[in-house]
Nanobody
């Protein structure tokens, strides 16, 4: 599966952004999906995940209540709605897809930059 992330940009603290990850090349509905992020000088970290059906989600504590992950299997697209953004949310955001139970063998998109100004 090929993944193309988009929707990043510059936003003020307290604002919102919606990231999208368009998938192609395989049956999107078979994949569990996730968003990860990597800030400068830091390791890549988990942000949110969603099951292949979209019926189950999981979030990092740092984004719970502010971010919402969703997937549209009909449009082969993953979304991340980010509200009440904070400067510490600044990072490159990556989408990932897996058929397995871990992210170590996942397919990755190219990343989209999110910058939150204070």
């Amino acid at each position: 599966v090929q993944l193309q992330a988009s929707g990043g940009g510059l936003v003020q603290a307290g604002g919102s952004l919606r990231l999208a990850c368009a998938a192609s090349g395989s049956t999107f509905s078979r994949y569990a999906m996730a968003w990860f992020r990597q800030a400068p000088g830091k390791e890549r970290e988990f942000v949110a995940a969603i099951s292949y059906s979209g019926g189950s989600t999981d979030y990092a504590d740092s984004v719970k209540g502010r971010f919402t992950i969703s997937k549209d299997n009909a449009k082969s697209t993953l979304f991340l709605q980010m509200n009440r953004l904070k400067p510490e949310d600044t990072a490159v955001y990556y989408c990932a897809a897996t058929l397995g139970s871990t992210w170590s063998s996942a397919y990755w998109g190219q990343g989209t930059q999110v910058t939150v100004s204070s």
